[in-house]
């Protein structure tokens, strides 16, 4: 069944609007959403993907696919069941998905709760403190990812001293790359509501066990006193290293991530290791070559007794939602 209703419209447009606190690398937000009457279609945004560190676009399409999996809680959470078409054009490989919504039903309570966590849900930076995280808060944000599709799994003993000297190394080579720095520089600190602000990264690089990204320099964020020794490490991975994958690894971030949130625990991705060839190589032995990881997630659980972190701004929705079609339709709302 196809709705065609001016408040199916409405519905598909306040989707994208929560799409647009979706994660991103270096907070890019390389989407845009074109809101028709019966459907929304998320499009990727190449002008924002990061030549330097992400040349085959894995890292914006795990962005998208973050989008999408909000949108997709949010149709969810207002009752409607929907279609998803992942990359529907073989020959428009810059359509990643169409969401079209089929039947009405009652509200989801489970997928409502999740919706109130996208504005609270942030990238945390500091080290994670040192209360262990509960088991079952492990194993449900676990859960999350899988059903997304993507296996996540979780790195223990030897293998995270394996990921360390692996996002070591990572860290090593990204430094010695001016083109990587340049690109980073270019991120950090603007005024277009896009990249980093200063205000989400620590004043100095952080001890610890698996080393974050070095952003090159300090921003406004107190590290803490923590050390991370309670940080728990997952890798999501899948059967084969190409787009499609990538866009489902985004969705399983955003599942694991909303979940996470929910919980009162804290997710950092850590992507260098993956942006490097020879580390993403490293990463794929100490995952026992079961698949192609996509992404790395520390995960703990914040430092109570500190300030979190400012949340990165977001492009205006008329940047990343386009309305042309349904506007007479949004007009009688
Ligand atoms: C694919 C991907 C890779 C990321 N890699 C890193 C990373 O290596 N280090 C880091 O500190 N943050 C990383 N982030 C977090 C982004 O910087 C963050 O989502 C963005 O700045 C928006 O901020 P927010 O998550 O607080 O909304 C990554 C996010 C995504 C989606």
């Not at 799409?19 to 809101?35: E, K, L």
């Not at 489970?110 to 609270?120: F, G, M, N, S």
């Not at 192609?292 to 990165?312: E, T």
Request: hydrophobic share 45%; charged share 20%; aromatic share 4%.
């Amino acid at each position: 069944m196809t709705i065609r209703t001016s408040s199916t419209a409405a519905v598909l447009a306040r989707a994208a609007a929560m799409a647009g606190y979706a994660p991103s690398v270096h907070n890019t937000q390389p989407w845009r959403w074109t809101i028709r009457p019966d459907r929304m279609e998320l499009t990727a945004v190449r002008s924002r993907q990061l030549p330097a560190i992400d040349p085959d676009g894995r890292l914006l399409m795990i962005s998208c696919g973050a989008a999408l999996h909000h949108a997709r809680t949010a149709l969810t959470a207002a009752g409607w069941d929907y279609t998803v078409d992942r990359l529907p054009v073989p020959d428009q490989p810059d359509l990643l998905a169409v969401l079209t919504p089929t039947v009405h039903r009652e509200p989801d309570a489970a997928a409502a709760r999740l919706v109130q966590t996208v504005e609270l849900r942030h990238t945390d930076r500091r080290p994670v403190s040192d209360t262990q995280l509960p088991e079952a808060t492990l194993t449900q944000v676990v859960a999350a990812a899988e059903a997304e599709g993507i296996a996540c799994g979780l790195l223990t003993g030897e293998h995270v001293f394996d990921l360390a000297a692996a996002a070591s190394r990572a860290d090593a080579v990204e430094k010695a790359d001016p083109e990587i720095q340049d690109e980073l520089t270019y991120w950090i600190g603007r005024h277009d509501r896009l990249g980093i602000p200063p205000g989400t990264l620590t004043g100095e690089q952080p001890a610890t066990t698996v080393p974050v990204r070095d952003f090159g320099q300090p921003g406004a964020l107190p590290s803490g006193p923590g050390h991370d020794r309670a940080a728990r490490y997952a890798v999501l991975f899948g059967a084969s290293d190409e787009p499609s994958c990538w866009l489902r690894a985004g969705e399983a971030l955003s599942a694991a991530w909303l979940t996470a949130t929910r919980l009162g625990a804290s997710v950092l991705p850590l992507s260098a290791v993956i942006e490097v060839p020879v580390t993403r190589t490293a990463l794929r032995r100490a995952i026992d070559d079961l698949g192609w990881p996509f992404l790395v997630l520390r995960i703990g659980i914040a430092d109570p007794d500190h300030p979190g972190a400012a949340h990165p701004p977001r492009l205006p929705i008329a940047q990343i939602v386009d309305l042309e079609e349904v506007r007479h339709l949004l007009g009688r709302d």
